[in-house]
């Protein structure tokens, strides 16, 4: 009787440690499971990161990121900044270039000026979860100048997000990013900064689906509002 009870605690035992082996393979199989997920989501990104970084879309050999002259001719050359010298003389003498023919809403719920009937689709777009201005954006800052100097009328800056991020995170980032262009404006441009009001709204107002990169890159802008005094 003694053996036999001898007997099956060793079997018990031999079990238990069958078990404990077991589950200590199964969880290292799991660990090792996500560290190579890990590794292949980790890998996925930084793959994607500079291939974006570096995206020539006019093929001058200027990241787009870094370009002031986004549409730039084939085969042109260009200078560090992106622009031939015909577009750098263009912007260099801003004056004798056409004035853009903007539609803006107001702050009353109209449009300006008022012989205008489609609001015009200008804005200042931004990176991902950052409120510095992109050299890319300078075309933008150029035209709303000459249109600034020939209209003379304030200019309400509103601020946005893609959906990404707390709403917290969010509405400080737009009101941020409508500060940087303020700043532009203000600094490279000249113009008084009492004539800019800053505003933020977060990511309540996309102007595109953020289930997709694509709509989140339209919803990181700053757009602008005429506002009426």
Not at 130 to 138: E, G, H, P, Y
Not at 151 to 159: E, F, K, Q, S
Not at 168 to 190: D, P
Request: charged residues 15%.
């Amino acid at each position: 009787m003694k053996i036999a009870t001898t007997a099956c605690s060793v079997r018990t035992s031999m079990s238990l440690n069958r078990a404990a082996w077991l589950c200590n393979v199964f969880y290292k199989a799991v660990l090792l499971l996500i560290c190579l997920l890990s590794s292949a989501i980790n890998s996925a990104i930084a793959a994607d990161k500079p291939i974006r970084q570096w995206q020539d879309t006019d093929i001058d050999g200027v990241p787009d990121l870094k370009d002031a002259c986004a549409k730039t001719v084939a085969n042109q050359r260009v200078d560090a900044s992106g622009c031939s010298h015909e577009q750098q003389a263009l912007r260099l003498t801003p004056s004798l270039a056409v004035m853009p023919n903007y539609c803006f809403n107001t702050s009353n719920g109209k449009l300006f000026p008022s012989s205008c009937s489609e609001m015009s689709s200008i804005a200042v777009r931004f990176e991902f979860a950052k409120a510095q201005v992109l050299m890319s954006q300078q075309q933008v800052f150029e035209g709303l100048s000459r249109w600034l100097n020939a209209t003379n009328v304030p200019l309400v800056l509103i601020g946005h997000t893609d959906s990404i991020g707390e709403a917290r995170f969010n509405q400080h980032l737009s009101v941020e990013r409508a500060q940087q262009v303020k700043q532009v404006l203000v600094q490279q441009f000249g113009f008084a900064a009492d004539r800019f009001q800053v505003k933020g709204m977060g990511s309540t107002y996309p102007v595109a689906s953020n289930q997709t990169a694509y709509g989140r890159e339209k919803n990181r802008r700053v757009e602008f509002l005429v506002n009426v005094q």
